[in-house]
């Protein structure tokens, strides 16, 4: 028992660690080369934050197999060598409310911050906000958790008489109860006036969990429900739209012509932002005039790719067109493979969350029988799918950003991916990592009970006063499947036609 112990912290210590790296990894690759050797403070929050997201997923199959560490133990005290999970969790969350709230807005606004000004004006101007922001929202934790920071559980009051040890028990359906007298102590018989509710006050650590749970939940419900159908169709939709063969040199100048034309005005557009920026006019018509030159830049970026794609030059060219032609492949498949994952995700939360009582446990089933075949199988496929949620979360809020003015975009690209753009991602997935770990210990509670996750995002977050009628009538997941039909409805009606050239831009006046 001790070795299998010691082993799981030894394998925690080493995914960590690789998870570290691996962040490092993605954060120098994907950055902007205009960011290189500069905003260290942003890299690190990025790095810290995107391990902090990655581990949160993990601990629930470490959960599981933390629970398994005493499950066959022959002496009480075997659960108590075994990590401190429920311990862990509040531990991780609290970081993470910290990193969403106060460090990712105080590195976003400093970055973002007029590079005009001196650093430490930029810090006092950071400063300003994350202050403000923190007395909100330590006054709205302090009257909320007041008020309701209390979990309502309903049980029922059961009692039986007494008598000495019997040599047998003679127990049927008219007599389940141990000697005489009026008493109720079968709970499968009990009449409702033997249900009561007792009241217990949650931990200040568990109601702030709770309600980053119930505002990740939200935006998870809107970008998941959404990226789940788009993710594998945006994937399959590109390779029916992809150029089935090499324009012409005439085409080819025609097109990049239009382009830079484009590219001025989106430049004219710019400067213009510029300044008022300067002049001090930044009100709700400039921010919205942002956003709009954001969009339509990003659209520009896509039209030259698409054009260079085309028409590829160089030396290398009959190389570029068949290496573009294995891409759409690749994303064909990984279309193919993303939607059969979808449709396992909709239809296991259908049959298993929705339908009372449950039609199958489906997907916990297929862990389980992973599990037996080989013990990191099981793991392995809890955490794709976990890890799958959040993927689908960033494809939401692409889309809505390309078809929603006042969702902003913020891009993830190669080589090409701004601070500012890496902090909203990593806010956006620790936010929704919360909301993915209560989402999967819920869809998959057969394959995870008796962990300490369940006790916290099971038990105590869906009986706190006010909050548990969510989940009581399964808002999120209602949420959920309705966006996904509908965004699957909106694709299968005009995903396969081809982006029209947008006119003239000019700011809205």
Not at 193 to 218: K, N, Q, R
Not at 381 to 397: N, P
């Amino acid at each position: 028992m001790g070795d299998f112990n010691l082993a799981l912290v030894v394998v925690a210590i080493v995914v960590c660690i690789l998870v570290f790296l691996f962040n490092i990894y993605l954060l120098i690759n994907y950055q902007h080369p205009d960011d290189a050797n500069q905003a260290y403070f942003p890299k690190f929050v990025v790095v810290f934050g995107l391990s902090i997201a990655a581990i949160s997923i993990l601990m629930l199959p470490a959960d599981v197999a933390n629970r398994q560490a005493c499950r066959h133990a022959i002496y009480n005290g075997a659960c108590n060598l075994t990590l401190p999970m429920k311990q862990l969790w509040l531990a991780i969350y609290i970081v993470d409310a910290v990193l969403v709230f106060f460090v990712i807005p105080f590195a976003m606004f400093y970055y973002e911050g007029d590079q005009d000004k001196t650093i430490g004006k930029r810090i006092k101007s950071a400063m300003c906000w994350v202050v403000t922001t923190a007395i909100v929202c330590a006054l709205l934790l302090g009257i909320l958790y007041g008020l309701a920071g209390k979990a309502d559980f309903t049980v029922r009051h059961l009692s039986s008489a007494t008598t000495s040890f019997p040599n047998s028990f003679d127990f049927n359906i008219g007599q389940q109860c141990i000697g005489n007298g009026a008493r109720q102590c079968s709970a499968y018989l009990a009449n409702a006036s033997s249900e009561t509710t007792w009241t217990m006050h949650a931990t200040f650590p568990e109601y702030v969990v709770a309600l980053a749970t119930i505002v990740g939940s939200v935006l998870f419900t809107i970008f998941g429900g959404v990226g789940i159908a788009c993710l594998p169709l945006g994937l399959i939709f590109s390779f029916i739209r992809r150029p089935k063969a090499v324009i012409t040199r005439s085409q080819y100048i025609k097109e990049a012509t239009e382009l830079g034309k484009k590219a001025k005005e989106l430049k004219k557009a710019a400067d213009a932002l510029h300044q008022e920026e300067r002049s001090g006019a930044k009100g709700r018509k400039w921010r919205k005039n942002v956003k709009a030159v954001e969009k339509e830049l990003l659209l520009l970026e896509d039209d030259v790719k698409a054009l260079e794609e085309m028409y590829p030059q160089g030396e290398k060219a009959e190389t570029a067109w068949a290496m573009t032609v294995l891409g759409y492949l690749a994303k064909l498949i990984l279309g193919v493979l993303g939607l059969i994952v979808s449709v396992a995700w909709v239809a296991h939360i259908v049959i298993y969350l929705l339908i009372d009582p449950p039609f199958s446990s489906f997907l916990n089933e297929v862990f389980i029988k992973l599990d037996d075949i080989w013990g990191l199988l099981g793991t392995a496929a809890f955490a794709f799918f976990c890890f799958y949620l959040l993927l689908a979360v960033i494809a939401g809020a692409m889309m809505l950003g390309l078809k929603l003015v006042f969702v902003t975009i913020h891009p993830m690209k190669w080589g090409s991916t701004l601070m500012n753009s890496f902090l909203f991602n990593v806010g956006l997935i620790l936010l929704c990592s919360i909301s993915v770990i209560q989402f999967c210990a819920t869809a998959f509670a057969y394959y995870a009970q008796a962990t300490a996750a369940q006790e916290i995002f099971g038990h105590n977050l869906q009986s706190l006063r006010g909050i548990k009628y969510l989940y009581k009538y399964n808002v999120f997941q209602i949420g959920f499947i309705v966006l996904a039909g509908l965004t699957f409805v909106y694709y299968a009606a005009f995903g396969w036609r081809r982006k029209k050239p947008s006119g003239r831009f000019q700011l809205s006046s």
